[in-house]
């Protein structure tokens, strides 16, 4: 990978929230051009805030950056507010309050412009959208809030693309799916980046699907970057593999700094 082609580049990363808890300290994380990078990690671990950093929406929960520095394209992006950091093509698809549960899938992609310069599509830019999830365009009717968790998702996922991004920022696409779901759309997002040009970075809880599409992986853990690698290394190690990964194993209840801990102190007294 040349130094170039790097997209994303977080450095020794600390936020810190209502001024007294630090939820990551020190991450440090990079993503190139057209990768997909997973960042996994189990609740509280600190995904979503590292997301939150990047996409510049610390100050709807009252948190800041306190050191580090998030640059993308070489350009330093940290405390920009979110509108500025849109328009250069980061685009966020969050956890939460992910469409208007009140408006109907159209009313809901209606409400998308294309916010970033980087690469303007022409033409019919619903079309873009029903190519890759043609099931909106049958219910494109529905009211929101009465779609199914994958439909969701697939909005969700519609609205971010319509916004022309250039590095999508993806919160816990698994959630609440079945997994032959969850398949289907991680396998699109490997279409959509390979046809889109699109990077993408992707938080996750379940490693197994992240892994699969991922071309680079992170693993956090209380605020910190423990682990990382390419996905066969990942999923290779056992540690991972126990933990993360939950084949079997003793320690599959325990976390991964625990894991280690307990293993140097045996390798110590025997
Ligand atoms: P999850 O998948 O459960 O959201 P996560 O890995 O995304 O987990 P974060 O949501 O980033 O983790 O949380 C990281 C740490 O920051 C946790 O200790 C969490 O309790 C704390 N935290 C998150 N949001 C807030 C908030 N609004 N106020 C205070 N602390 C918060």
């Known amino acids: 990978m040349r130094a170039d082609d790097i997209l994303l580049s977080i450095e020794k ?11 990551i300290q020190g991450v440090s994380l990079k993503v190139y051009e057209n990768q997909i990078v997973a960042l996994l990690g189990t609740n509280g671990a600190g995904k979503t805030t590292t997301l939150r950093a990047v996409s510049g929406f610390l100050g709807v ?9 998030i640059a993308f394209l070489g350009e330093e992006i940290h405390n920009k507010p979110p509108h500025l950091i849109t328009k250069r093509g980061i685009v966020l698809v969050p956890e939460q309050d992910k469409i208007f ?19 303007v599509r022409k033409g019919d830019q619903y079309g873009l959208v029903f190519k890759y999830f043609p ?10 809030g009465y779609l199914s968790g994958g439909e969701r998702q697939m909005l969700s996922l519609s609205t971010a693309l319509l916004c022309n991004p250039r590095l999508l920022l993806v919160d816990e696409l698994s959630l609440g799916l079945a997994p032959f779901i969850v398949e289907e759309l991680m396998g699109l997002l490997r279409v959509i980046r390979q046809e889109e040009g ?11 699907a992240a892994l699969e599409v ?16 390419d996905p066969e290394r990942l999923k290779g190690h056992q540690d991972i593999r126990e933990f993360y990964l939950g084949l ?9 700094r625990e894991v280690k801990q307990y293993r140097r102190t045996r390798r110590w007294y025997g």
């Open 214 to 229: 991922a071309d680079y992986g992170y693993v956090i853990e209380n605020g910190r970057i423990v682990f990382d690698g």
């Open 61 to 69: 929960d009252d948190a800041k950056i306190t050191e580090g520095s």
């Open 13 to 23: 990363l600390e936020v810190v929230y209502h001024n007294v808890s630090t939820a």
């Open 135 to 144: 099931i909106l365009e049958k219910v494109k009717g529905r009211i929101g």
């Open 198 to 208: 699109v990077t993408l970075l992707l938080v996750e809880q379940n490693a197994f």
């Open 248 to 256: 079997g194993g003793q320690d599959s209840q325990r976390s991964y």
């Open 101 to 119: 549960d009140n408006l109907t899938v159209e009313e809901n992609l209606q409400v998308c412009v294309p916010v970033s310069k980087g690469k």
